[in-house]
C-alpha cells in the first residue's frame, strides 16, 4: 500500500515562498511520476507540476517561473518549491503519484493560504 503525506503549507504574504513536500510510503520503486495539483475554494482541481523518472518535469503556464518541483529519491520525497506567490495561488495542494501508469494515489493536502 502506497501513502502520500504532504506538509508545509500555511500563511505567507503575497511575494512570499512556501516548500511544500510529499513524503511517499510503501512499494514506489520503479517507473513513476509525481505530480502536484491545487484546488481552490469552489474551483475544480487543476494540474501544477509534474516530475517523472526520467528527469523531465512540466509545470502549469499560471506557475511556469515562480514554482519549481524536485525529487529526492533517498528520501522518497517530492517538493514543490513556491517563489513569488500571489493570491491567487492560494488552495489546498494534493500530490499524486502514477506508477507506471496503472496506479494512482493522493496525498490528503496541505493548505497554502497568501495573503495580499
Known amino acids: 500500500q502506497v501513502q502520500l503525506v504532504e506538509s508545509g503549507g500555511g500563511l505567507v504574504q503575497a511575494g512570499g515562498s512556501l516548500r511544500l513536500s510529499c513524503v511517499a510510503s510503501g512499494s514506489i520503486s520503479g517507473i513513476n511520476t509525481m505530480y502536484w495539483y491545487r484546488q481552490a475554494l469552489g474551483k475544480p482541481r487543476e494540474w501544477v507540476a509534474a516530475s ?3 528527469g ?15 525529487r529526492d529519491s533517498a528520501k522518497s ?14 488552495a ?3 500530490c499524486k ?17 497568501v495573503s495580499s
Open 56 to 70: 523531465r518535469t512540466n509545470y502549469a503556464d499560471s506557475v511556469r517561473g515562480r514554482f519549481t518541483i524536485s
Open 92 to 94: 489546498v495542494y494534493y
Open 97 to 113: 503519484l502514477n506508477l507506471a501508469g496503472v496506479s494512482e494515489y493522493w496525498g490528503q493536502g496541505t493548505q497554502v493560504t
Open 52 to 54: 517523472s523518472t526520467d
Open 77 to 90: 520525497t517530492t517538493y514543490l518549491q513556491m517563489n513569488s506567490l500571489k493570491t491567487a495561488d492560494t
